[in-house]
T-cell receptor
Framework: NAGVTQTPKFRVLKTGQSMTLLCAQDMNHEYMYWYRQDPGMGLRLIHYSVGEGTTAKGEVPDGYNVSRLKKQNFLLGLESAAPSQTSVYFC???????WGYGYTFGSGTRLTVV | AQSVTQPDIHITVSEGASLELRCNYSYGATPYLFWYVQSPGQGLQLLLKYFSGDTLVQGIKGFEAEFKRSQSSFNLRKPSVHWSDAAEYFCAVRGNAGNMLTFGGGTRLMVKP
């Protein structure tokens, strides 16, 4: 089925460890996004990409890096995990500027940093 | 910058009762507005969207929303709630920069038998 796939679904990290979250979409979408979801705060944009090879900062980029080497993949990296990065991370994608269908979301990655 | 406020963090309704979830937005131009639903452990699914034209928009699962520019609101409604509607609902507005959506804090809906 077409859509957005996130891996892994769950992860527990120790403070200071690093990891990469992978987002893959097979809809040929230009735009991709990483959000974090925390209770009562809705979804906050971490980084986004408007096309292969491009990335930009969102609302809460500190402590994260991203890469979009291939159009279908958008990677989110944590270089040195902190407990404040415990959250549920969602990837989403959409068409270009003339889109009209909202975002397609992945099912999320639940990350706990201890 | 745009912003979205969902005043109700939790709402409980009885099955079969009507539902209205509130959403207020702040945006300088004509907004593009969305409602998403998130079932437990799942990603977000688009319920409906407003871009222009008729201010009453119909969505999936029997939901509708009404855009009221004078009140900066985009409230979500359903005439008769089903137990399967229990979920968290997010209102979002699209801003100027690219396709970026700004989300509200969400409203968690519980349905009593």
């Amino acid at each position: 089925n077409a859509g957005v796939t996130q891996t892994p679904k769950f992860r527990v990290l120790k403070t200071g460890q690093s990891m990469t979250l992978l987002c893959a979409q097979d809809m040929n979408h230009e735009y991709m996004y990483w959000y974090r979801q925390d209770p009562g705060m809705g979804l906050r944009l971490i980084h986004y990409s408007v096309g292969e090879g491009t990335t930009a900062k969102g609302e809460v980029p500190d402590g994260y890096n991203v890469s979009r080497l291939k159009k279908q993949n958008f990677l989110l990296g944590l270089e040195s995990a902190a407990p404040s990065q415990t959250s549920v991370y969602f990837c989403a994608s959409s068409y270009g500027p003339d889109w009209g269908y909202g975002y397609t979301f992945g099912s999320g990655t639940r990350l706990t940093v201890v | 910058a745009q912003s979205v406020t969902q005043p109700d963090i939790h709402i409980t309704v009885s099955e079969g009762a009507s539902l209205e979830l509130r959403c207020n937005y702040s945006y300088g131009a004509t907004p593009y507005l969305f409602w998403y639903v998130q079932s437990p452990g799942q990603g977000l699914q688009l319920l409906l969207k407003y871009f222009s034209g008729d201010t009453l928009v119909q969505g999936i699962k029997g939901f509708e929303a009404e855009f009221k520019r004078s009140q900066s609101s985009f409230n979500l409604r359903k005439p008769s709630v089903h137990w399967s509607d229990a979920a968290e609902y997010f209102c979002a507005v699209r801003g100027n920069a690219g396709n970026m959506l700004t989300f509200g804090g969400g409203t968690r809906l519980m349905v009593k038998p």
